[in-house]
């Protein structure tokens, strides 16, 4: 199975093709440039990788609301100023993803899983860890680290580091960032991440303030030390956080926890993913594309009607 990361992969696509997009006109043509690139690079991926990976592909996005927000109202609350700083015409770049997501629910032989309140890297975390007992018996959904998780050798398509966590020796990352299968350094846990935070998702390390990404910073965080990371990992499994760190950092433990450990995606939304995928129906067939791509003039993406 492929899982496609729809944004991470989306925007890898508007920020290669930055140049192309800024020249756009209209909201028409941004889309016409974005539907080419995201196609051509979804079938460039099933065309590389379905030997391995087999030719199942799913593409998970990123539902309204969030979980993490709710908990954590500085959850990538500083993302908006880097859009900001970037350039690009975000207000074309969003109705192109929402034109797609559209398009590949009714036109395109892919499903495409948009739940509230989840992440796509929630989608796929879920679909990676998916028990193999019916889904109605689900309780205790995630199992141990390691070789856990889907019997078929898995490829996530995401350059998002909170994908490492999945990896095993059936789940495998691609990145569409860097072109080139993501590793892990010798040594890494998940413990590393919830000890030093998140900055791409304004996640602050154990010993800063919820608001440390959006404040004006006075000086630089303090550094988090391997004898910390190690505490931490210690305080975590024995279920000793709360007697070990003093009561402020054990609190921000725990807020990072919820904020990066997948295995703390809350169990209400396992059952609603994986009915999701087994109850999808696809829509789309050939001669809708093939009329679609007709009526745009998408020559390039015609000739390639087979390979969809």
Do not use: C
């Not at 997009?21 to 979804?42: P, W």
């Not at 969003?94 to 997501?101: V, Y």
């Amino acid at each position: 199975m492929i899982l496609i990361d729809f944004s991470n992969v989306a925007l890898a696509n508007v920020f290669a093709l930055s140049r192309e997009f800024s020249l756009a006109e209209d909201q028409k043509q941004f889309t016409k440039i974005f539907r080419h690139a995201l196609l051509q690079t979804i079938l460039s991926y099933k065309n590389k990788f379905s030997k391995v990976y087999g030719t199942d592909i799913v593409i998970a996005a990123d539902g309204k609301g969030n979980w993490r927000k709710q908990e954590f109202p500085e959850y990538k609350a500083s993302r908006a100023k880097a859009r900001d700083q970037s350039g690009l015409n975000w207000d074309y770049v969003f109705a192109a993803m929402d034109t797609m997501k559209e398009e590949i629910r009714t036109l395109y032989p892919w499903p495409i899983i948009e739940l509230p309140e989840l992440e796509g890297d929630d989608v796929i975390a879920i679909l990676v860890k998916r028990p193999a007992v019916a889904s109605d018996a689900v309780t205790d959904f995630f199992a141990p680290a390691g070789d856990s998780g889907p019997a078929q050798r898995t490829l996530i398509i995401s350059a998002d580091g909170d994908m490492k966590q999945l990896h095993s020796k059936r789940v495998q990352q691609w990145s569409p960032m860097t072109r080139d299968f993501v590793s892990i350094k010798d040594g890494w846990t998940i413990y590393e991440k919830i000890a030093k935070g998140d900055s791409g998702d304004g996640v602050p390390n154990i010993y800063s303030d919820d608001d440390w990404f959006t404040k004006p910073q006075p000086s630089r965080a303090k550094a988090v030390s391997k004898k910390l990371i190690s505490e931490v990992h210690q305080a975590i499994t024995s279920g000793t956080v709360d007697k070990v760190f003093p009561a402020d950092v054990a609190r921000r433990i725990h807020r990072n926890i919820n904020m990066v450990d997948m295995n703390h995606i809350p169990k209400r939304f396992h059952v609603p993913v994986l009915e999701s995928l087994d109850k999808y129906e696809l829509k789309g067939s050939k001669h809708l594309m093939m009329e679609h791509f007709m009526q745009l003039g998408a020559s390039q993406l015609l000739a390639r009607l087979d390979e969809f």
